[in-house]
């Protein structure tokens, strides 16, 4: 890993063995982007890749040179209105009404390591030697607003991490009304644009189309990053698959609104950005003051989308989640939200936990409606004090009755909401979002408390503390049910009005600091009626996040698929419940909703008191696998073999670090009878480990089930012969691979 500076060229060459970052600062003295890609080779001059020549209807910088228009000019943070007319990265508003910048170089350092983001997640390095980090300072003479780009290369992997720092070095306030994280301009747009997306109880769906000249973005502007979009992007060339082929990979670090957008030109260039929405985003900096935007993470690799996705799992997992639980593999978990919802008492919460203890479970999560008055939607939330009527003993002695089952106790809250029917509220009615003379929305009976406001994250953080010193608290559920409407905070004037949005999510994660920092031990666990704030920003703080709301094993294919694109499975919470399902009314077999459920942090969310006999001894079974192979299934390498967007049957795997384990989930939707011969060609073995398959006890050799493959076809052709199981709609297995040592 280096970062070379070229004094003669002016050039910078940011370099692993896996990539290349070019950029130079340019005649006018704004910053050129080179090259990003593969690595290659450091030499002294790259600056004839800045392609330009004189095109009609252009206007230009110089008069001596009638090529030199930024209009045609790959950039690293454009402005708009001094000759380009593409979408800007940078914005900036003056007390005269203008919004032309000209931010030119200034300075730069080469640091080592990577300075942290205060107040933001980012990702973070250990040691000074894992990481060099490029700022450069660029300054607009007029206005004295100095712009720091910062870009982080790593020692290994093909991520770059990029962030932007303001400083207002005048006299005078300006307002940012668009600061990107990132902007990268790209010389062709041959790429397939390939999103996230989808809505509640249907997040992460792949969603692909080719890049046209225009606009295309992402984003949201709910003040959570959304079920709707993930910020998240691939762009990948047309021939590109999960296996090989070139893919960039964009990835936001951010849980509040958020824009990614593509911008092809007239000549088929292209311009990516990826930060704050711009929409709902205006922040005003007083003459001294200073403006951090969040990080984004961009990717490179030949090696297919799942070579782009292991770059972003390890990053995510090793360098953006932190604390006690980051590697530990995490404890099976009972919830009982999908077995009781609100119409529990402290006996019928000991009866689930005791079945669950006596199946091998480890942990018991109690979810909403232990709190205030909530016997239902409409009261409680804002008042974190336990219901005694359900909860005779409280919270602490709720939890030292799991405890003495051999348990872990979990607990549930909800603390950016306020219910009009709370103590909390009737006593601080001004301390929610809301706009002055208007009505106020609510969403599932509740509305948002004012997170901008110090005064209301730290009474929130109080009570939520003094629950968890009092009792024996190892796992907490952070949920956030609705999204923001009338979004106006009383607190502050109307020129700041446009930061509400920002520092509500700012407010947000100094709660989550404050809680991890005072209880590094908990395991925190993101959830926004599931998937709806599913993003690395959270991961940063809570490891592990509620995927979805949908827990039917068959739409969980499709969720767990497409968020595994960025996000590891050591972060993506997945349960059993029960059947019918709650979401989608489907019947699927027990071992086909635990096998789904398994690549994930595996958990139960039923009661199972409910069951047979016959399929406890399923679930001891299920609970034994998982605790045997846990590590490999949450932070192996992942690979997704299968599509399930693209057929009727899905496949993914995960191998050991040491390669001598491998787990390969098969999924078929629907039965068929008579159906064709089928293979998975396996990924990540050591071709000449010989794997013992454990589902027929037949010996391979991993060269034989990389390039031959695993058989899947089922044993008969619709017959069924005497004493095997027929096969049904929604069949699964788990095939596990372990080295032969004998
Ligand atoms: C939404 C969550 O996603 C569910 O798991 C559950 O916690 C409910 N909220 C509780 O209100």
Redesign the pocket.
């Known amino acids: 890993m280096r970062i070379a500076f070229h004094e003669t060229s002016k050039t910078f060459h940011l370099y692993n063995e896996a990539i290349s970052y070019i950029v130079t600062i340019m005649r006018n003295g704004h910053l050129g982007q080179v090259y990003f890609g593969k690595r290659i080779r450091d030499r002294e001059d790259f600056t004839y890749f800045m392609e330009t020549c004189e095109r009609p209807m252009t206007s230009y910088i110089y008069e001596d040179d009638r090529t030199f228009s930024l209009e045609h000019m790959r950039q690293e943070y454009p402005v708009f209105g001094t000759t380009d007319y593409r979408q800007p990265a940078v914005e900036v508003r003056q007390e005269n009404g203008s919004r032309l910048s000209d931010f030119q170089y200034e300075n730069h350092e080469i640091l080592k390591g990577k300075p942290k983001l205060s107040g933001l997640p980012a990702t973070y390095v250990e040691s000074e030697e894992e990481a060099l980090t490029l700022r450069v300072a660029l300054k607009d003479g007029l206005t004295e607003v100095r712009v720091e780009l910062f870009y982080t290369i790593f020692a290994e992997g093909g991520a770059l991490a990029r962030s932007v720092r303001f400083y207002n070095d005048g006299g005078q306030p300006v307002w940012l009304e668009r600061a990107m994280s990132l902007s990268l301009d790209l010389p062709d747009c041959d790429y397939v644009w390939q999103q996230l997306c989808g809505r509640w109880a249907g997040e992460c769906q792949v969603r692909s189309r080719a890049l046209t000249q225009g606009v295309q973005a992402i984003g949201s502007m709910r003040g959570n990053s959304s079920h709707e979009h993930n910020p998240f992007l691939a762009l990948k060339r047309s021939h590109t698959d999960e296996r090989q082929g070139e893919v960039i990979g964009f990835s936001f670090i951010y849980s509040g609104n958020f824009r990614i957008q593509a911008e092809v030109d007239a000549h088929d260039t292209l311009r990516v950005m990826a930060g704050i929405n711009p929409e709902t985003f205006s922040w005003k900096l007083d003459a001294g003051e200073s403006f951090q935007t969040p990080e984004a993470v961009v990717a490179y690799t030949d090696q297919g989308l799942n070579g782009m996705s292991q770059i972003f799992h390890k990053l995510y997992q090793k360098r953006l989640a932190r604390g006690y639980w980051r590697d530990r593999p995490r404890p099976i978990l009972i ?1 009982n ?1 999908e077995a009781t919802y609100f119409d529990f008492t402290e006996e019928r919460l000991l009866e689930i936990a005791a079945k669950a203890k006596e199946c091998g479970v480890e942990l018991f999560v109690l ?2 409606g232990w709190f205030g008055k909530r016997n239902g939607e409409k009261a409680g939330l804002g008042d974190w004090t336990a219901n005694r009527d359900r909860l005779p003993h409280g919270i602490a002695g709720l939890a030292q009755r799991v405890e003495a089952l051999g348990m872990k106790f979990g607990l ?1 809250f ?1 603390p950016e909401m306020v219910n009009k029917d709370s103590d909390f509220y009737r006593e601080r009615p001004d301390w929610i979002l809301a706009t002055p003379g208007r009505s106020q929305s609510h969403g599932r009976f509740q509305y948002v408390l004012d997170f901008s406001r110090k005064e209301v994250v730290d009474a929130i953080y109080e009570q939520m503390a003094k629950i968890l010193r009092e009792a024996k608290v190892s796992y907490t ?1 952070w ?1 956030m ?1 609705r999204s923001i409407t009338e979004c106006y905070s009383g607190a502050w004037p109307a020129d700041r009005q446009g930061e509400i949005y920002h520092r509500y999510i700012l407010g947000v994660y100094e709660l989550y600091e404050r809680l991890t920092t005072e209880f590094p031990e908990i395991l925190f666990e993101s ?1 926004a ?2 998937g709806g704030r599913f993003d690395p920003g959270m991961l940063y703080y809570a490891p592990q996040g ?1 995927t979805s ?1 949908n827990s039917d094993a068959v739409e969980r294919l499709k969720i767990q698929y497409g968020a595994s694109m960025c996000y590891p499975i050591s972060s993506m919470g997945a349960h059993v419940s029960v059947t019918p399902n709650h979401q989608v009314f489907r019947n699927t077999p027990l071992h086909t909703r635990a096998n789904v459920a398994c690549f994930g942090t595996f958990g139960y969310e039923l009661d199972l008191n409910k069951l047979t006999q016959e399929e406890i001894q399923e679930v001891k079974e299920q609970i034994d696998f998982m605790k045997k192979y846990r590590g490999v299934l949450q932070f192996g390498k992942f690979y997704r073999l299968q599509s399930p967007f693209e057929g009727n049957e899905a496949a993914w795997m995960a191998v050991s670090d040491d390669q001598k384990t491998a787990l390969v989930g098969w999924y078929r939707v629907l039965n068929c009878v008579n159906g064709r011969y089928t293979r998975l060609r396996l990924e990540g073995l050591n071709p000449s480990f010989c794997y013992k398959n454990a589902r027929n006890g037949m010996r391979h050799y991993g060269d034989e089930l990389m390039y031959a493959g695993l058989i899947t076809s089922d044993e008969t052709a619709g017959q069924i012969p005497a004493g095997v199981e027929p096969y049904t709609d929604f069949e699964s297995r788990i095939y596990v691979l372990e080295v032969d040592e004998s």
């Open positions: 919830n939200w979810d909403d549930w909800e559920k949920d049910n959830c009626s599931g509620w709301d």
